[in-house]
């Protein structure tokens, strides 16, 4: 048992509770867990080791977690191949509560990845992380909030911003 946890639901449960629901309808879920976390003081006694001088380290990626040749639905990212075959897959932008010293993350968001312009041109990462980062800064309220990111967003643009002072987050 860990965090009072005793059982979790298979793959097929989560799979009949939640496939038919809109992702946006799910959203609301991690503002629950994230108020769960700062009232038992998790979130506190991250932010309070030397190591992260009171920043909270919330780590951002993206991933697959569809892949088909041939069965699709509505929501699919479509990829067609050199060689002439077609793709279909879902991705997901996840965020998570990170500490370096500490082996157990918690998620505080996530987005999907989706077609742009909801029926041919695929959406990326960069777009996701736009529509996350308000996600979280919500969630996480005032705290300080330090990013982690991959090297996909090494490219100088100032791709989020808070509105305030013009500084990230």
Same mark, same amino acid.
């Given at each position: 048992?860990?965090?009072?946890?005793? @059982?979790?639901?298979?793959?097929?449960?989560?799979?009949?509770?939640?496939? @038919?629901?809109?992702?946006?309808?799910?959203?609301?879920?991690?503002?629950?867990?994230?108020?769960?976390?700062?009232?038992?003081?998790?979130?506190?006694?991250?932010?309070?080791?030397?190591?992260?001088?009171?920043?909270?380290?919330?780590?951002?990626?993206?991933?697959?977690?569809?892949?088909?040749?041939?069965?699709?639905?509505?929501?699919?990212?479509?990829?067609?191949?050199?060689?002439?075959?077609?793709?279909?897959?879902?991705?997901?932008?996840?965020?998570?509560?990170?500490?370096?010293?500490?082996?157990?993350?918690?998620?505080?968001?996530?987005?999907?990845?989706?077609?742009?312009?909801?029926?041919?041109?695929?959406?990326?990462?960069?777009?996701?992380?736009?529509?996350?980062?308000?996600?979280?800064?919500?969630?996480?309220?005032?705290?300080?909030?330090?990013?982690?990111?991959?090297?996909?967003?090494?490219?100088?643009?100032?791709?989020?911003?808070?509105?305030?002072?013009?500084?990230?987050?």
């Amino acid at each position: 048992m860990v965090y009072g946890v005793e @059982t979790l639901p298979g793959d097929t449960t989560l799979r009949q509770a939640i496939d @038919t629901e809109e992702p946006r309808a799910l959203q609301g879920l991690f503002g629950v867990f994230i108020q769960f976390l700062r009232d038992c003081g998790v979130l506190q006694q991250r932010r309070v080791l030397a190591k992260l001088s009171g920043f909270t380290a919330v780590a951002i990626d993206g991933t697959n977690h569809y892949c088909s040749g041939n069965k699709c639905c509505a929501q699919c990212l479509v990829k067609e191949h050199r060689d002439g075959e077609t793709g279909y897959y879902h991705q997901t932008h996840g965020a998570v509560c990170v500490h370096p010293d500490q082996a157990t993350v918690f998620v505080l968001g996530a987005e999907a990845i989706v077609k742009q312009d909801g029926n041919s041109k695929n959406d990326c990462e960069l777009n996701a992380i736009k529509r996350l980062l308000p996600q979280i800064r919500e969630r996480i309220g005032a705290e300080k909030i330090i990013v982690l990111l991959d090297g996909l967003y090494c490219n100088g643009a100032k791709w989020a911003t808070s509105g305030q002072d013009d500084q990230l987050f």
